[in-house]
């Protein structure tokens, strides 16, 4: 971090204590979210002897908060936390839902992933809201039932440039609707 000058590090564990969140069957175990805090008390202890800010990026996913972290430690050691408020609906969901919805009937959204934050003792003002600057797809399972929560069957066709389907950036997204005028 000094060699380059750096003012900090961001840090992003996707996710303490989650071994199969979304599919991602990592090594986590319920103790990483012991161990996260702990990794971020030694890491606070080495960062202020360099004036040197530690921030972290958080899913906000019920169970992969609850499960992951320590919220009272995270406030305690890290300057910001930055909410993964994106993704909370792709590809892997048997049924369409927006990417990152600011209201829903569940607890999978922007409003509530904030809410449960705050209510577990972070400093609001430690709160960095993430967004996403691109879309998801969905390949529907009946074409015409195109609502949200339409049963789907996989991500939408790969966009020309992302190759992946599922996934389309804002760009991809503009030259689609350019074309469909």
Known sequence: LQLWNFDGLDLDWEYPAAPNHNGNNNQATPEDKKNFALFLKEARIEFDKYNLLLTAAVGVGEKVVKDGYDMTAMNKYLDYIGLMTYDLHGSWDSTTGHNAPLYSNDKLNVHWSVEN???????????????????????????????????????????????????????????????KN
């Open 117 to 179: 934050w705050i209510n577990g003792g972070v400093d609001p003002k430690k709160l960095i809201l993430g967004i996403a600057s691109y879309g998801r797809s969905f390949t529907l399972k009946n074409e015409n039932n195109h609502n949200i929560g339409a049963e789907v069957i996989g991500g939408g066709e790969a966009g020309e440039y992302t190759k992946a389907p599922g996934f389309l950036a804002y760009y991809e997204i503009l030259d689609i609707l350019k074309n």
